[in-house]
C-alpha cells in the first residue's frame, strides 16, 4: 500500500476513533447524570448544553471546512500557513469575544438565564477551548491522530470530573464545569501540539485577507447554520400532526439512520484534505478521485442499506431492548423506508464540501435554502397524510434532493468536462 493510501486509511481510522468517543460519552454520562440530577436538573443541564452548542458553532465559523482547505493547499508554503493560522485565530478570538458578550447580555433578559448566570459564565470557558484547539490545522496536514489523541484525553478529563464532582442534585454546576474543563485542556493541548508544527507568532496578516476569508466561512458557517432547519424542525411536524407515541417511534429509527450515517461525516472529513491539495494542482486528478470517491459510496452505503432494510427488526429490538415485536414494528417500518436515504445519505455533504473547494459557497446558501422550503412544504403535507410513515419518505426525498441540487452545481463548474472523467 502507498504512503497515501496509508495516511488516507490511517485518518479514517483517526476520525471513527473520534466518532466513537462523540457516541460514547454521552451513552455513560447521560444514566449517571440523570440519576444524580432528577429530571428537572438534567432538562436544565440539556438546555444550557444546547444553547452553548450554537454559540460553538459560531466561534467555529466554518472553518472546519475553508481554514482546513487552505492549510491543505499550502503545506509547504510556510507564510501562507503562518497567514492562514493567524487569521483564523483573529476571527475565532473576536467571535468569541461577541458570544461572551451575547451570553451575557442574554442573561440580562431572560430570567431563566438570569437564575442560571454562574452556569452561563462558566460555559464560556468551553468556548475558549473551541477558539483554541486547531482541529482545522490537523486537518488540513492530514494528521488526523492528533485530534483522537486530544479527544481521548478531554473526554476522559471531564468523565472522570463529572464522576469525582456530581454527586447529588445541586452539583449541576459541576457538570457544566467538567466539561468546560475537558474542552479547555483539549485547546490547550491542541495549541501546544500546533506549536511543534509551525512556530506560533502570530502577524497580523493584513486587512484584506481576514476580510476575504471572513467572507468565505461565512458562506459556509450560513449553510451549518441552515441546516437544522431541514432535519431537527422535522420531528416539531410530527408532533403537531400525530402523538407522542408515534413521535417517540420516528425518533428510534431516525437516530439508527444518524448513526449509521455518521459514517458520511468520517469519510468526508478524511477526503476532504486530500482533494483541496489535489484541485490547486491538478484538476484531472482531482476529478479521477472525486469518481473513485462517488464510486466507493454508492458500494459502501448499498450493502449499509441492504443491511438497514433487512435487519430493521433486529436493529431497533437492539437499541431499544424491546421485547414484544408489534412495539417496535412501526420503527421498524420507519428505519426501512430510510434505507433508500441511506444510498443517497453521503452525496449532499460529499459535494457540498466539493463546492467549498471549488469556491462556489453561493451555490451551497441557495441549494440548501430550496431545500429549507422544499422540507416545510413535504414534510408538512407527507405527515399529515401518512403521519411518521409520510416524514419517513420525505427524509428520502430531501436527502435525494440535496444531493442532486449539490451535484448539479459541481458539474456546472467545470460543464463536460467533470462528465467526460466520471465517464472514463
Known sequence: MSEHKKSIVHNFISLSLVQGLTILFPLITFPYLLRVLGVEGFGTFTLIQTGIMYFDMLVSFGFGLTATKHISESRLDKEKTHKVISTVYIIKGILFISSVILLLLSCIFFSWLRANFLLAVISCIYLLGNLLFPDWFFQGIQKMRNITIVAFVSKLASLLLIFLLVKEKSDLIYVIVALAAGNLIA?????????????????????????????????????????????????????????????????????????????????????????????????????????????????????????????????????????????IGYAADILRIM??????????????????????????????????????????????????IGLAVNVCIIVFSMGLFNFISFNKKHGMAITGVLKS
Not at 486528478?285 to 433486529?314: E, H, M, P, S, W
Not at 453521503?346 to 440548501?368: D, E, M, T
Open 187 to 327: 485547546g490547550f493541548l491542541g495549541v501546544y501540539i500546533l506549536s511543534t508544527y509551525v512556530s506560533l507568532k502570530l502577524k497580523f496578516p493584513g486587512k484584506a485577507f481576514i476580510i476575504a476569508m471572513t467572507k468565505e466561512s461565512a458562506y459556509v458557517f450560513t449553510s451549518i447554520i441552515l441546516a437544522p432547519f431541514y432535519s431537527s424542525v422535522n420531528i416539531f411536524i410530527l408532533q403537531g400532526f400525530t402523538n407522542p407515541l408515534i413521535v417517540g417511534q420516528y425518533a428510534v429509527a431516525e437516530k439508527i439512520f444518524n448513526a449509521v450515517g455518521m459514517l458520511t461525516n468520517i469519510a468526508n472529513r478524511t477526503f476532504y484534505p486530500h482533494l483541496s491539495q489535489l484541485y490547486a494542482t491538478s484538476i484531472i486528478t482531482y476529478l479521477k478521485n472525486v469518481r473513485r470517491i462517488v464510486f466507493l459510496f454508492a458500494l459502501c452505503f448499498f450493502g449499509l442499506a441492504l443491511i438497514q432494510f433487512f435487519c430493521a427488526d433486529f436493529i431497533v429490538h437492539l437499541v431499544t431492548g424491546k421485547t414484544a415485536k408489534e412495539d
Open 339 to 388: 434505507s433508500i436515504a441511506l444510498l443517497f445519505s453521503p452525496y449532499a455533504s460529499f459535494f457540498f464540501q466539493l463546492l467549498v473547494i471549488q469556491g462556489q459557497k453561493k451555490a451551497s446558501i441557495r441549494n440548501i435554502s430550496a431545500i429549507v422550503v422544499i422540507n416545510l412544504v413535504s414534510a408538512c403535507t407527507l405527515t399529515y397524510l401518512y403521519s411518521g
